[in-house]
């Protein structure tokens, strides 16, 4: 190579650039999708938005968007503390609880949700009465399975299971992921089992666990609008009791999506300062540069500036 | 429970012995990794075992703490076994929150530091001492502080171990293990890992706990610091003892055929 050419080119010769023409194509191409579908949203009367405007934040609907999220906190809460449950006994040196742990699994993770909620639902066609009858005591108490199973019952039990299923995967992956040097030195310094694990390993697993976490409550925010199907009282049940009787299916239905499109939004801005919670000890630097929420909001401690 | 005094007449351990193996043996499956080891550390001195990778010396060290089962042979923790009570003749396995409290008695240094990545220096050091021991936390704050002073890094009390070179986060290490005052420190090569600058730091935190009266077994490539430290040497190979002696007498000039091969490699 020459030394002119070796130069910097600028200077001297006009620098012409790849010309990029799928790019300009794919561009214009999405561009006019996207006014083609801006069109349809504004002069489309059957999206009519005036109604949606009306019923966007309509007494039955929030009642149902509380239900929604009631359900969505509930099962995941649930879904945390059994899958943990689980996880621990699949990683037990014990066979016997190792093969039960993976047994649920298979089970609860397998069948369909749906199927699972029906099955609660419908209980009471296998079991007809709960009962504690003791001897000496005779019966202590005894209820109706149907009084007991209500669709909020059967909704919570058949999708907490399920969902504990994925959790258990999640929680397992996340103890596996810490390094067994970390549950030695913490052997060594005196500490017992349960306090390796819920000091040691639990915290450092949450790195791994929380992304995924995540994602299973957006997912579980979704799902919970299966329960529709038993009569629970949620968003969507709520937008279809009203369109059943109105008509105005189309304009609910975009009330519907655009609740769990806001919720899903909050939710993920949620993880985000979550996981850089978790992740502070990766930072190279001791710096006191935080979220600006976190900050506010005091969530965690704040590791003295060194 | 047995006295001390009863196993020590039992095995015939020597008086003042704070770490005494005897016919020490260990197998994984088929393999036997140690074929009877006997070792006797008196309180206070400082044991350094050497010996080429998979001569057992890390196995044998874990064995102290009850972190590996030994499959036979005796060894004693200021004359006590750590994983078991002998009585009427038997061993009873011990549950594991007793274990753990005699473990707590036992500090232990790691090749690669296994500080909690989790938690800041502090942390890690008042971590143990809090939940083990029930301390005040403001009182294991204070001995933090003094520890960290005494290896060194009294000014990175809020770093995060990653903050942290190799030297530094080994140092933090030994004054973990030294926030539970332990009776006898274990060192499984606390040197190996580090960068060749940073080896130095370490070994002089090492040299001041063994001039401070520490009773210490330290496995180590480092025959420079057995030598000057050491109060005897063991070179183990094949899951033996090989041979054992005074350090400077041992290293100028080795018995066995199979210990000089091995010095003339390291030196």
Redesign the interface.
């Known amino acids: 190579m020459s030394e002119a050419e070796t130069r910097a080119p600028v200077d001297a010769l006009t620098v012409v650039p790849v010309r990029h023409y799928s790019l300009w194509v794919g561009t214009a191409a999405a561009i006019a999708l996207l006014l083609l579908i801006l069109k349809a949203l504004a002069t489309n009367p059957a999206f009519d938005w005036p109604t949606v405007g009306r019923y966007l934040f309509h007494q039955s609907i929030m009642r149902g968007l509380g239900q929604t999220l009631l359900l969505t906190v509930v099962i995941m809460v649930l879904a945390t503390v059994i899958g943990t449950v689980v996880a621990i006994m699949r990683l037990s040196p014990s066979r016997i609880l190792n093969a039960f742990a993976g047994g649920y699994i298979w089970f609860f993770r397998g069948a369909p949700a749906l199927i699972q909620l029906i099955f609660w639902f419908n209980l009471s066609l296998i079991v007809r009465e709960f009962s504690l009858t003791l001897p000496f005591f005779g019966t202590i108490f005894s209820v109706k399975t149907n009084d007991v199973m209500t669709p909020f019952m059967a909704a919570v039990i058949a999708l907490s299971l399920h969902e504990a299923g994925y959790m258990a995967e999640i929680v397992r992956a996340g103890i596996k992921s810490v390094?067994s040097?970390?549950t030695?030195?913490?052997?060594?310094?005196?500490?017992?089992?349960r306090?390796i694990l819920r000091?040691?390993t639990l915290?450092?697993a949450m790195?791994f666990i929380v992304p995924p976490t995540g994602n299973e409550t957006i997912n579980l925010l979704k799902t919970t609008s299966l329960v529709t199907i038993i009569a629970v009282n949620d968003l969507l049940y709520a937008a279809q009791s009203i369109y059943a009787r109105t008509f105005e299916t189309i304009p609910l239905l975009i009330v519907v999506a655009f609740w769990y499109l806001f919720v899903v939004t909050i939710l993920s801005i949620c993880q985000h300062y979550i996981e850089q919670y978790?992740g502070?000890?990766?930072?190279?630097?001791?710096s006191a540069a935080r979220g600006i929420l976190r900050r506010a909001f005091k969530i965690g401690r704040v590791?003295?500036?060194? | 429970m047995t006295s001390k005094t009863e196993n020590q007449t039992r095995f015939g351990v020597p008086e003042n012995s704070m770490v005494f193996a005897g016919g020490v043996r260990k197998s994984f499956g088929a393999v036997e990794v140690l074929k009877g080891i006997d070792l006797n550390v008196p309180a206070g001195s400082v044991a350094c075992i050497i010996g080429p990778s998979g001569s057992g010396k890390s196995t044998f060290l874990r064995c102290i703490?009850h972190?590996e089962e030994v499959s036979g042979g005796v060894l004693l923790v200021d004359g006590a076994f750590v994983g078991y009570d002998l009585r009427n003749g038997k061993l009873y396995e011990v549950n594991?929150?007793l274990l753990?409290?005699?473990?707590?008695?036992?500090?232990?240094v790691?090749q690669?530091f296994?500080?909690?990545?989790?938690?800041?220096v502090l942390e890690n050091l008042i971590?143990?001492p809090i939940?083990?021991?029930g301390m005040p936390r403001n009182e294991a704050k204070d001995k933090a502080h003094a520890l960290l002073e005494r290896v060194g890094l009294a000014?990175?009390?809020?770093?995060?171990?990653?903050?942290l070179s190799g030297g530094q986060q080994q140092r933090v290490?030994i004054a973990?293990?030294l926030a539970?005052n332990p009776k006898v420190l274990l060192f499984d090569e606390p040197t190996s890992a580090l960068d060749p600058e940073l080896v130095g730091e370490v070994l002089l935190v090492m040299r001041d706990l063994a001039e401070s009266g520490m009773t210490m077994v330290v496995v180590t490539h480092e025959i420079g610091f057995a030598r000057e430290v050491g109060d005897q040497l063991i070179f183990m190979d094949r899951g033996v003892v090989e041979e054992r002696g005074a350090p400077r007498e041992m290293i100028a000039n080795p018995q066995s055929p199979r210990t000089r091969e091995f010095l003339s490699r390291v030196l």
Request: aromatic letters at 8%; charged letters at 20%.
């Open positions: 390094p040097g970390q030695e030195a913490a052997g060594s310094l005196g500490m017992n089992h306090l000091r040691i915290p450092q790195r978790y502070r000890s990766d930072q190279q630097q001791a590791a003295q500036p060194a | 703490n972190l594991n929150n753990c409290k005699r473990r707590a008695d036992i500090g232990m790691f690669s296994n500080l909690f990545s989790h938690m800041t971590e143990a939940m083990v021991k000014d990175k009390a809020g770093y995060y171990p990653r903050q290490a973990r293990a539970m």
